[in-house]
Nanobody
């Protein structure tokens, strides 16, 4: 199986930036699309961004378009989420996930990381 480990979360003021990383290990990473999902306290896990295997196609939730950028480095088995112009409503646990198909639906992802906390203060 694919093992995913997120890092890069933390506490930041509104308007600030964070860069999340997701390192994959274990079973081959080849061919997997990757996604980032966020879960605010008391709410369901929501789609944030996704990227296909080659990195040529990216998808974003409307709430993060123009502020977040997903990218990947397949040589390093790592996916990134650059988060700029952060807002208090971006606060939550962010999870990376791997799927054989690029999707906005959390239940179409096969492997999940443990999550990293992002807290944006006003």
């Amino acid at each position: 199986q694919v093992v995913l480990v997120e890092s890069g979360g933390g506490l930041v003021q509104a308007g600030g930036s964070l860069r999340l990383s997701c390192a994959a290990s274990g079973r081959t990473f080849v061919g997997y699309a990757m996604g980032w999902f966020g879960q605010a306290p008391g709410k369901e896990r929501e789609f944030v961004a996704a990227i296909n295997w080659s990195g040529g196609n990216t998808y974003y939730a409307d709430s993060v378009k123009g502020r977040f950028t997903i990218s990947r480095d397949n040589a390093k088995n790592t996916v990134y989420l650059q988060m700029n112009s952060l807002k208090p409503e971006d606060t939550g646990v962010y999870y990376c996930a791997a799927s054989r198909i690029v999707s906005r639906k959390w239940n179409e992802y096969d492997y999940w990381g443990q999550g990293t906390q992002v807290t944006v203060s006003s």
